[in-house]
């Protein structure tokens, strides 16, 4: 046990509602808090929920938005997923994750129905160079943390504080039942490492000493189409306002080109 970022417990279906009991593992620990987990995993988990919650062959997830209620408790925690808005070709997901009787995140997703729209197709996103081109970086280990430890990383030499791409992946699973890790479906294991992008390229240098935090409060994840492959693209933006509030936007990449965007809200602190 323990080489996955969670132990499913137990799970309890009704027509309606699925309320699933999770156990953190290491690898799920955060950077800002040993007590608390990564929001890029925890983000990973409610995606595997999202996408597990009466799945039709006809629709897809196009946005998922999280909003982060306060620390992300690590330990034993619960997630419940349901349909708030039903439709025939658009649908509304929620799934929350709570612990000690305290909400940690709520996660909404639209679900879209699909249809072949290829001859009008067109993308704006250029193309980043392949992750195999990029040598490794390891500018991310002064985190800490069990999710820091778990994910490695190739970044372009020519990145500068604020500004640059990194390629992420990790050989953990998200979830393990009974003693035994389950498949990660490639939309899973990227969703998983998307938050790692407000520390890619930070627009303050800080490796020994932290003097300012800049936690996101939500996680915004828009897809024109769904990912393939195992290694996720992070081209990253960090900008940080006069006022105690920043933003740190990116497109997000897989081997194949751009399939989408993220945005992250940040609280800006001295320590």
């Not at 039709?56 to 620390?71: A, K, N």
């Not at 800049?214 to 393939?228: C, G």
Request: net charge negative; glycine share 10%; hydrophobic share 35%.
């Amino acid at each position: 046990m323990g080489n996955t970022y969670y132990t499913l417990l137990d799970r309890t279906m009704t027509d309606d509602i699925t309320t699933s009991n999770y156990r953190c593992n290491i690898h799920c620990q955060g950077a800002w808090n040993d007590n608390e987990q990564h929001m890029a995993a925890a983000t990973g988990l409610l995606a595997y929920e999202l996408e597990q919650f009466k799945p039709r062959s006809d629709m897809r997830i196009g946005r998922i938005s999280l909003d982060i209620f306060g620390l992300i408790h690590f330990g034993d925690f619960s997630v419940t997923t349901h349909i708030i808005r039903p439709g025939r070709t658009i649908e509304l997901v929620e799934t929350t994750m709570a612990a000690n009787g305290k909400t940690c995140i709520v996660a909404r997703a639209w679900r879209m129905q699909t249809s072949d729209t290829s001859e009008i197709a067109g993308l704006e996103d250029e193309r980043i160079g392949h992750p195999e081109s990029y040598p490794n970086w390891d500018g991310m280990k002064h985190w800490g943390g069990g999710y820091i430890d778990s994910i490695y990383l190739k970044a372009d030499p020519d990145n500068r504080q604020g500004d640059g791409i990194v390629w992420i992946n990790t050989d953990i699973d998200m979830v393990e039942e009974n003693g035994e890790a389950k498949p990660t479906s490639d939309f899973v294991h990227l969703m998983g490492m998307v938050d790692t992008a407000n520390g890619v390229v930070p627009r303050i240098h800080q490796p020994n000493t932290i003097e300012w935090f800049f936690p996101n409060l939500d996680l915004q994840i828009h897809l024109h189409r769904m990912p393939v492959g195992r290694w996720l693209g992070l081209e990253t933006v960090q900008q940080f306002g006069g006022d105690g509030v920043g933003l740190t936007s990116s497109v997000l990449h897989d081997a194949h080109g751009a399939f989408g965007r993220s945005e992250q809200i940040l609280t800006i602190r001295k320590a």
